[in-house]
């Protein structure tokens, strides 16, 4: 993993080397390849790998500019809501601005949004 001077950070690992997990600032590479970037600290993460998930939980705690490198074969993601879990249900906030490259999202939050939960999903279901 690459970060920048004294930037700290975090990559977490599964089966294959699948990244279910990436947390930082600036630009975080694996192997020379850029996973995920963003104009401050954030966190994202998955229950299958980053690149090809069908949902992501995106943690923008300084962050209101984060990019995701995502597999060819991904399933689009389309959706990009803000919002936070009262009494145990899901409560949508608002929608973050969600943008699609040849193998990336770029996911746009509000300056007064930033430390909110964003949930990227690929429909509408309200399945964790």
Do not use: N, Y
Not at 4 to 23: C, K, N, S, T
Not at 89 to 110: G, N, P, R, Y
């Amino acid at each position: 993993m690459t970060l920048g001077a004294w930037q700290p950070g975090m990559v977490a690992f599964g089966e294959q080397g699948r990244i279910f997990l990436v947390e930082g600032s600036g630009q975080i590479l694996v192997d020379g390849e850029l996973v995920a970037k963003g104009d401050g600290h954030f966190a994202a993460f998955a229950d299958s790998d980053l690149r090809e998930a069908k949902q992501i939980w995106l943690l923008p705690t300084e962050a209101t500019h984060v990019v995701l490198r995502r597999a060819k074969s991904a399933p689009k993601l389309k959706i990009a809501e803000v919002g936070e879990w009262r009494c145990g249900e899901w409560s949508v906030l608002t929608q973050a601005s969600l943008f699609h490259h040849a193998d990336t999202i770029a996911i746009k939050i509000a300056d007064d949004l930033r430390g909110e939960v964003v949930w990227v999903k690929w429909d509408d279901e309200r399945k964790f």
